[in-house]
């Protein structure tokens, strides 16, 4: 039972573009949520992560989104660059540590 | 440097034959935690310890055994290892997994392949 989805194994965006990637979850007593990216060969280093209190947290070209009614996050990348190319995983973390993770998003950025 | 190192970075190794998957941090971090990633269903909770003896589950810990008795080292025990085992394993340490300004770090993954 995955509590936490990312639905688009993949994404292809142009350089320069803005990039989105979703993340859905089922479990309405996560109200943390992080992003992280991971490159090939490497461990995922954070990206960016939002308290449930919030709905946007921003932090120079990556925006991360929540709807708490929907249960939706999204990541937004503006403007995309080739070294973004990575996988992103969407985690969520409820009050007991339990940190649950995404299937992952794998973005590629053409030039 | 900041790290979490994980050893060994590759084995394959047998059904049955008892390994350890080491994990040291030396951030002084409080938090760790195992992960194993399998392709389509990302990173899984193994289990995670807040601090020193003390462990949790978490999504998979079946087949698996954890201990924390120093603060910067928390080892990963397959004690009868089966071929399901077979994946990408991560750990990773944080002052707290829900600190915002303090994440998880993460070592590099350990691929293990169980025959």
């Known amino acids: 039972d995955q509590q936490v989805k990312q639905n688009s194994p993949s994404l292809s965006v142009q350089e320069g573009r803005i990039s989105i990637l979703n993340c859905d979850y089922t479990n309405s007593m996560f109200d943390y949520f992080l992003w992280y990216k991971k490159y090939p060969a490497e461990g995922p280093t954070f990206l960016i992560s939002?308290?449930?209190?919030?709905d946007k947290n921003e932090d120079g070209r990556f925006t991360v989104f929540l709807n708490k009614s929907a249960k939706h996050l999204s990541l937004h990348i503006v403007p995309s660059q080739p070294g973004d190319s990575a996988v992103y995983f969407c985690a969520a973390s409820a009050y007991n540590n339990d940190m649950r993770f995404g299937a992952g998003t794998r973005l590629t950025v053409k030039p | 440097e900041a790290q979490v190192t994980q050893n060994p970075r590759y084995l394959i190794t047998v059904t049955g034959k008892k390994l350890t998957v080491t994990c040291s941090q030396n951030?002084?971090?409080?938090?760790m935690s195992w992960y194993r990633q399998d392709p389509g269903l990302g990173l899984r909770q193994i289990y995670y310890s807040m601090n020193v003896e003390v462990t949790d589950k978490g999504d998979v810990p079946e087949g698996y055994k954890v201990s924390r008795k120093e603060k910067r080292n928390f080892p990963l025990i397959l004690e009868s290892p089966s071929p399901n085992q077979t994946s990408l394993y991560f750990c990773a340490s944080s002052t707290s997994s829900r600190d915002p300004n303090q994440p998880q770090h993460f070592g590099d993954g350990t691929r293990l392949s169980i025959l």
């Open positions: 939002i308290s449930s209190i919030k």
């Open positions: 951030m002084n971090h409080e938090y």
